[in-house]
């Protein structure tokens, strides 16, 4: 079983910065394409970024672009995901999924085959 593990979470004030990871367990971590995603409250969970298995190609929301980064260190089996310009509609809980099948879209929940426990993103105007 793969085992993601989210961290850097917390409150920030709106125009700040947070750097999210992902910690994955396991030594295929390379072989899997990885995506963040967030769910607020009443909201369903939405697409946030997505990476490639090699890290070269990287898919934004179109709500994040121009604030969020994301990237992958496949040495140390790690995702992250580097938020700017933060503003009250990031506020969600955000969590990370590997896809480990080539199926489905970057883009689509469904897609992936395992899940973090999410970390909380708390944004203050």
């Known amino acids: 079983q793969v085992q993601l593990v989210e961290s850097g979470g917390g409150l920030v004030q709106a125009g700040g910065s947070l750097s999210l990871s992902c910690a994955a367990s396991?030594?295929?971590?390379?072989?899997?394409?990885m995506g963040w995603f967030r769910q607020a409250p009443g909201k369903e969970r939405e697409f946030v970024a997505a990476i490639s298995r090699s890290g070269e190609s990287t898919y934004l929301a179109d709500s994040v672009k121009g604030r969020f980064t994301i990237s992958r260190d496949n040495v140390k089996n790690t995702l992250y995901l580097q938020m700017n310009s933060l503003k009250p509609e990031d506020n969600a809980i955000y969590y990370c999924?590997?896809?480990?099948?080539?199926?489905?879209?970057?883009?689509?929940?469904?897609?992936?085959?395992?899940w973090g426990q999410g970390t909380q993103v708390t944004v203050s105007s």
């Open positions: 999924a590997a896809r480990t099948r080539p199926v489905g879209n970057y883009y689509s929940t469904r897609a992936y085959d395992y």
């Open positions: 396991g030594r295929t971590f390379s072989s899997y394409a």
